[in-house]
């Protein structure tokens, strides 16, 4: 089954950025375009009804700005986060709008876009309301962030990779460490670190590990790899306004206040100016 590009739309501006960048996404891939409004089950019906005519429009300039592309819409029933996580279910990638005000205040997820991150089996976009198709011509990189061993980052390798060979685009993959606690390097990781030299190379070589998979698979792809003493949110930001797409792995947990995605995915997606991809793990 042939997978879509599928995207939320709501009549906002984000929203309309967010169908613009998923008709172009679909289009690189060769996949269908679905555009989908999820309303709120108190909706009237004479709101729907609006709501089914904006589908329409916003299918038919998808569709003129991409004469071939497969477009179809739906209005899904049953709140917005139960009914885009379904439709996230069924889709390859799922593309929602962001609002943004500007790189300090950054992105205003909300708490439908959260819980939608946070419960998605598959990637999630995140579009802010200023993204344009320059950004994608003007040779900016793919930026992923990796961590751990290479099992943790393989779901975001693999779309960052997959993202960069579609676009023809360089990939940066990034690595942040910091010096160990007894908390996060244990004597045998510590004892590794000794051998290969020192934590800085000890680092490079995990990454190189975690790359090498990849690197076979895509070797037209031109990578840059990026080891860095810091917080992984800050090293990632730190190289964000070259980027047409960040990309970072989800570790999500619910928690007493609600559900979380994790501390590095929480940082890019509030504050880098670019699209973001947030990845499930495999």
Known sequence: MTRPITVGADGSAESLAAV?????????RSLPLRIVHAREKSDAED????????????????????????????????????????AAAESDTLVLGSRGHGAIVGFLLGSVGQQVIAAATRPVVLVRAQDRAETEAAGREIVVGQQGGPEDSAAALEFAFEAAAARGAALRVVRAWA??????????????????GGL??????????????????YPDVKVTQQVEMGSAGEVLLSVAARAQLMVVGRRAHRSAVGSRIGSVAHAVVHHAPSPVAVVPPA
Do not use: C, I, M, N
């Not at 613009?20 to 690189?28: N, P, Q």
């Not at 429009?57 to 819409?73: I, N, S």
């Open 200 to 217: 800085e190379p000890y680092e490079k070589k995990a990454l190189e590990l975690a790359l090498q998979p990849w690197l076979e698979r």
């Open 20 to 28: 613009h960048w998923a008709a172009r996404e679909a289009v690189r």
């Open 47 to 86: 709101r729907a009804a609006d709501a089914q005519e904006a589908l329409v429009r916003t299918a038919d300039e998808a569709g003129g700005r991409h004469p071939g592309l497969t477009v179809t819409t739906d209005l899904l029933d049953g709140g917005p986060v139960e009914a885009l996580t379904a």
């Open 179 to 196: 010096l160990p606690t007894v908390f996060t390097y244990s004597p045998g990781s510590l004892a590794l670190a000794d051998e290969a």
